[in-house]
């Protein structure tokens, strides 16, 4: 079982059909399917076996997609990378993986050059590094291959296949590992419930580098034989034209990707009958969004729920009605869920506990963390730290209220408070930080940081805050606001009660 010969499949199946639509540029399933053979030769001559980690800092582009199912078909084990992480975040993640390549561009090497300078064991690979002719050497590289297919695809189904990184509450990220078996039956399961067809025209908006862009949309997209419409950068103008221009039927985003739409429907006003679906997932998606999209274009979101460890775990109905706002819908075939208290016994419908899950879905463990995997299942469960209730009608319906965890989901991006509070607190006039997430309806929460300053200093300034958090981390972990308070309240047990923070009023805190 391999996803990458799973797609190889499908593109010899609808062979003369459009798989991508990338910018204006057309690629057929039998393109597509030369193109990755290609890329995989080309990894092949590097020296690229089984197991090894391939590291992907690219923005969304072709050359993203062909590289990560190429290492797939190779028994590679790929790790897309956000094209915004930082020098420290580029050096944790290689060097936590033991990526021995790395695929990036000029624009992102530049930044993170001094890294992959101390690795030794790591290659390093620009795909737009001009060879002397001024042509791009690595697409030269990959045209002058030979005619043999290197694919031998030599993974079982649970062999890793991707190492997705999600932060920890500790503020050390953790390296999910998602086998061949997760990637190729949850993108059967999604298949099924949300009637996927080589009929269908998905535009793609999301990033290449998250488990929602790529193994959800693009993954599903190619699998299904499905044309994928897709732009390197969200824009609600163009994104909306595109809808109406391509004639898309299917649709996948983040709340705020909505909130953005919603801004721009009186300009354009598009024609939709050509849509079937609007899916939206990776944060809440807020009853009055639900409403308000519904209201406008007379169609209702489908929201479901997934995880990095758990890719997709339920949906609402494709049946229209069954859609309820706030509801995350029903376990995906495959996938079951318990709702259980702190002793760990199933509560009753209706009572608020620990979202627990079951499923070839599931990942296989955090990399090198056998203890954290350890404390992660429980009798052949995950438990995913997501708060919820159970339907009291019917048990199978899943709502969620609140993460145990306390992650912060903005703009679709998890954020972990401790990461940036651990950033805040290396800054010289920083004695301590908590950060919370704050009700915003374009981003769904606003990263907030509360800080305590040292005695003693002067011209508090909240964009040298800010300005210092980014010189460290991705922009979207960054605060939207920095506010100085004089202490941070505390429990009688010393434990900061942020509950209390996100009480405030952020203009007199």
């Not at 609808?14 to 053979?37: C, H, N, Q, W």
């Not at 969304?60 to 790929?78: E, N, Q, R, V, Y």
């Not at 690595?138 to 290197?150: H, I, W, Y």
């Not at 993108?187 to 009637?195: F, P």
Request: net charge negative.
């Amino acid at each position: 079982m391999n996803m990458a010969e799973v797609i190889s499949r499908s593109c010899r199946k609808y062979e003369p059909k459009t798989a991508i639509l990338y910018e204006g540029r057309s690629y057929s399933f039998a393109e597509m399917d030369v193109m990755v053979k290609q890329h995989a030769s080309f990894l092949r001559g590097l020296g690229v076996k089984k197991g090894d980690r391939i590291a992907i800092q690219l923005p969304k582009c072709m050359d993203f997609i062909f590289l990560h199912l190429a290492a797939l078909s190779l028994g590679a084990i790929t790790l897309p990378l956000n094209p915004g992480y930082t020098l420290d975040e580029v050096r944790y993640f290689l060097t936590d993986s033991g990526s021995s390549f790395f695929f990036s561009d000029a624009a992102r090497f530049e930044r993170v050059q001094q890294v992959v300078d101390e690795i030794p064991q790591l290659t390093t690979i620009l795909i737009d590094e001009p060879s002397p002719d001024g042509f791009d050497a690595v697409q030269q590289e990959v045209t002058k291959v030979g005619a043999d297919d290197p694919r031998d695809y030599p993974t079982g189904e649970d062999d890793v296949a991707m190492i997705c990184y999600t932060s920890g509450t500790t503020g050390k990220p953790k390296g999910a590992m998602i086998t061949h078996r997760n990637l190729v039956t949850n993108t059967m399961a999604l298949q099924r419930v949300w009637q996927w067809t080589d009929r269908d025209r998905l535009l793609h908006v999301l990033p290449l580098f998250h488990v929602h862009g790529l193994n959800v949309a693009l993954h599903g997209g190619l699998n299904a034989g499905c044309t994928i419409v897709m732009h390197q950068a969200f824009d609600p103008h163009k994104a909306w034209m595109a809808v109406e221009q391509e004639k898309c039927t299917m649709f996948m985003a983040v709340p705020t990707i909505y909130y953005r739409l919603m801004n721009e429907w009186e300009t354009v006003r598009p024609a939709l009958d050509s849509m079937r679906v609007f899916i939206s997932g990776s944060a809440p998606l807020l009853e009055n969004l639900f409403y308000r999209f519904e209201d406008a274009t007379g169609y209702r979101i489908l929201e479901r729920y997934g995880m990095t460890e758990a890719q997709m775990i339920t949906s609402n109905p494709f049946d229209v009605d069954g859609r309820i706002p706030q509801s995350v819908g029903f376990p995906l075939p495959g996938t079951e869920i318990r709702v259980v208290s702190d002793a760990g016994r199933d509560v009753e419908p209706g009572d608020v506990g620990e979202v627990w899950l079951r499923g070839d879905n599931i990942f296989k463990g955090y990399w090198q963390m056998p203890e954290k995997t350890r404390e992660s299942f429980s009798d052949g469960w995950f438990r995913s730290g997501d708060l919820g209730y159970q339907d009291p009608r019917d048990k199978m319906r899943l709502y969620l209220v609140g993460r145990a965890k306390e992650l912060i989901i903005t703009g679709g991006y998890n954020v972990y408070p401790k990461e940036l509070e651990n950033v805040l607190e290396s800054h010289e006039d920083v004695l301590e930080a908590a950060v919370v997430g704050m009700p915003d309806e374009d981003f769904g929460e606003r990263v907030t940081a509360f800080v305590v300053l040292r005695s003693g200093t002067e011209g508090f300034s909240q964009e040298e805050l800010i300005g210092f958090c980014r010189n460290h981390l991705a922009a979207y972990k960054c605060p939207k606001t920095v506010l100085p308070i004089s202490e941070l309240p505390r429990n009688a047990m010393g434990k900061i009660q942020k509950q209390v923070l996100q009480q405030k009023d952020e203009t007199n805190p």
